[in-house]
């Protein structure tokens, strides 16, 4: 069994979030390094053979520019919160083809006492939205099996945060699944606690939420014209 994170990861991310601003950062980077950047970079490269086994067109990519880790950088360009840093990290293993077109993605999300793995779409383009939409119309039957498993839905949250008040133009307010048609975003997710995040079985707790949220992503997939 491999440790990735410890408490010396929540206590950095903690005290970022008190002195976010660069120069308490530079000063404290080593830290960061040790404690919360490299030991993601370690569990993304050993995800990738789950990753692979659940789908081979998805990548856990250890690459420091353009692999799975998003940057720790805020992009405060179009935000009133200035704040230079994320007070968390996050990576997403992704589609092989996410830089030609929309994909859904694997996520795995450090933050203290708000760590969660999660699956889908998040913020898509309207068009890619209407495709989404129009496959669960077209393909109903499917998408019960793969968003409506009592087990999916017993481990897993249907995101639920951004819907349309009213249903989308143009798609029968009678359809069994007028709800989901609503979504703006098809995401599952569960929360991780800090306990499973310092813990020796996190790699494999990861591992079997991929394979749980597999069918789902799959359908997403489908509904885009993307392998999986």
Not at 44 to 58: C, E, N, R, T
């Amino acid at each position: 069994m491999t440790t990735y994170f410890s408490d010396k990861s929540f206590k950095f991310l903690r005290a970022l979030a008190r002195h976010n601003e660069k120069p308490w950062f530079e000063e404290h980077r080593k830290e960061y390094e040790a404690h919360v950047r490299q030991p993601f970079l370690r569990l993304i490269g050993d995800l990738q053979p789950d990753v692979a086994a659940v789908s081979p067109h998805f990548r856990a990519d250890t690459r420091t520019v353009g692999g799975s880790l998003f940057r720790i950088h805020r992009d405060a360009r179009f935000s009133n919160d200035k704040s230079p840093y994320k007070t968390w990290q996050g990576a997403r293993l992704f589609h092989e083809r996410r830089r030609e077109t929309a994909a859904p993605s694997f996520y795995v999300h450090l933050q203290p006492g708000g760590s969660f793995v999660g699956a889908g779409l998040w913020h898509p383009e309207s068009d890619t939205q209407r495709k989404v939409r129009q496959f669960i119309v077209d393909n109903p039957e499917s998408w019960k099996a793969a968003a409506h498993a009592t087990k999916l839905r017993k481990k897993f949250e249907f995101e639920t945060s951004e819907m349309l008040v009213r249903p989308p133009r143009g798609f029968d307010p009678q359809f069994e699944f007028i709800d989901d048609l609503k979504h703006r975003n098809w995401v599952f997710w569960r929360t991780l606690d800090d306990d499973a995040m310092t813990g020796p079985k996190l790699r494999q707790t990861i591992a079997a939420d991929l394979v749980a949220l597999g069918p789902f992503v799959d359908y997403l997939c489908a509904s885009l014209d993307l392998e999986f």
